[in-house]
């Protein structure tokens, strides 16, 4: 076995590339972490299901999905960036990512609900349900996009970038 290359860094969770890896359950096997996205699910779809109820059609554009899908995907797009720039998908970072990112996110947004909405919008105004299934995907993309940018902490040009510590 080789030693490890000591120029390269080293996380202290990790340990080094020539370590072998410690055996552990997948992550879809274990029980804590079903049981966080369950819970954050619960209160995702708690919380569409309130807003949906509160907002209502406009010219027949169910618009409460509309804007839930949108501003799931730019928050997910924030905290998917920030847990990255953390480091590795382990521990606490796994968690979050599974319970608010899973669970609390994947609830609140919805697909299925855009499928048949645009299914239903189509069967009286086609032009309205290409345009609102399209729209939906196209600036949900945006704004996921919009949520990685503003998680790095864009600066203007010609802004000076802190210094990084040793």
């Known amino acids: 076995m080789t030693e490890p290359d000591p120029r390269l860094p ?3 969770q990790l340990g080094a590339a020539a370590d072998p890896a410690p055996e552990s359950r997948s992550a879809h096997l274990s029980w804590v972490n079903i049981g966080l996205v369950a819970a954050g699910g619960v209160a995702g779809t708690g919380l569409r299901y309130l807003i949906t109820t509160a907002v209502p059609d406009w010219a027949g554009v169910p618009e409460a999905t509309f804007g839930i899908n949108v501003v799931g995907a730019l928050l997910l797009g924030v905290l998917l960036e920030l847990l990255a720039r953390h480091g590795p998908d382990i521990g606490w970072s796994r968690r ?6 899973t669970g609390v996110l994947g609830g609140f947004t919805t697909y299925s609900a855009l ?6 919008l189509a069967a009286t105004h086609p032009g309205r349900a290409i345009g609102y299934g399209i729209g939906t995907v196209i600036i949900g993309g945006m704004a ?7 998680s790095r902490g864009y ?5 000076l970038e802190p210094k990084s510590q040793s």
């Open 155 to 159: 600066r203007p040009r010609g802004t």
């Open 115 to 120: 499928s048949v909405e645009t299914a239903t």
């Open 10 to 12: 080293v996380h202290p």
């Open 144 to 150: 996921s996009i919009a949520g990685i940018w503003l």
């Open 96 to 101: 979050v990512r599974l319970a608010v990112g």
